[in-house]
């Protein structure tokens, strides 16, 4: 089991920046992907960056060079900075956690985090 929080959303202007945070009950070690999504009103959920337990990162075409996901494993917190934020950028952001067995992909969510950027 996972639980994860999910903090650092909130209101900013076009052009601001933001940095999201999750933390995570147990080791990052313990986990195989760390993942932000973010879902829009009326839009599909959408995984915007990947970070691997081994520290490889991946993200989504739409938001590369202005997304950064990184990790502190010493506080088992992951996080996402934003920066030149676009109105088309505001969502719910949520945090996930997957892990992988022999037998089973598990995926853990928190409860999501506002982000709304205003033009």
């Known amino acids: 089991q996972v639980h994860l929080v999910e903090s650092g959303g909130g209101l900013v202007q076009a052009g601001g920046s933001l940095r999201l945070s999750c933390a995570a009950s147990?080791?990052?070690?313990?986990?195989?992907?760390m993942n932000w999504y973010r879902q829009a009103p009326g839009e599909q959920r959408e995984m915007v960056a990947a970070?691997?337990?081994?520290?490889?990162?991946n993200y989504a075409g739409s938001v590369k060079g202005r997304f950064t996901i990184s990790r502190d494993n010493a506080k088992n917190t992951v996080y996402l900075q934003i920066t030149s934020l676009k109105p088309e950028d505001t969502a719910v952001y949520y945090c996930?956690?997957?892990?992988?067995?022999?037998?089973?992909?598990?995926?853990?969510w928190g409860q999501g985090t506002q982000v709304t950027v205003s033009s």
């Open positions: 970070i691997t337990s081994g520290g490889n990162t």
């Open positions: 996930n956690a997957k892990v992988v067995t022999m037998t089973a992909v598990y995926d853990y």
């Open positions: 147990r080791s990052l070690f313990t986990i195989d992907v």
